[in-house]
């Protein structure tokens, strides 16, 4: 098993920044892929983006790229998602999830999730 807390969310302005971070335990961080994934109210749980097990791959959303940056830190067993330019469209729970293999974009690919952190870009 592997559990997953995220942290970082808040009430932002648009065009303002936000850092989430993941905190992994109970597994080896490094044998994961990481990813993050947002649901707005009403919507389906979105992709955002996602790195791989050593960090050197990375692939984001297209609504996203540009603005938001995935890495991690495999010596704190910890992911992060530094969020710029925020808009409005982006409020949303914003969820952390972890796989062993690279590249899914659909949630149910993933095995293990955080409970997920609030996030809300006022205008």
């Known amino acids: 098993q592997v559990q997953l807390v995220e942290s970082g969310g808040g009430l932002v302005q648009a065009g303002g920044s936000l850092r989430l971070s993941c905190a992994a335990s109970?597994?080896?961080?490094?044998?994961?892929?990481m990813a993050w994934f947002r649901q707005a109210p009403g919507k389906d749980r979105e992709f955002v983006a996602t790195?791989?097990?050593?960090?050197?791959?990375?692939y984001y959303a297209d609504s996203v790229k540009g603005r938001f940056t995935i890495s991690r830190d495999n010596a704190k067993n910890t992911a992060y998602l530094q969020m710029n330019s925020l808009k409005p469209e982006d409020t949303a729970v914003y969820f952390c999830?972890?796989?062993?293999?690279?590249?899914?974009?659909?949630?149910?690919?993933?095995?293990?999730w955080g409970q997920g952190t609030q996030v809300t870009v006022s205008s």
């Open positions: 999830a972890a796989d062993r293999t690279y590249g899914a974009r659909y949630a149910p690919d993933y095995d293990y």
């Open positions: 109970g597994r080896t961080f490094s044998n994961y892929a």
């Open positions: 790195i791989s097990r050593s960090g050197t791959t990375i």
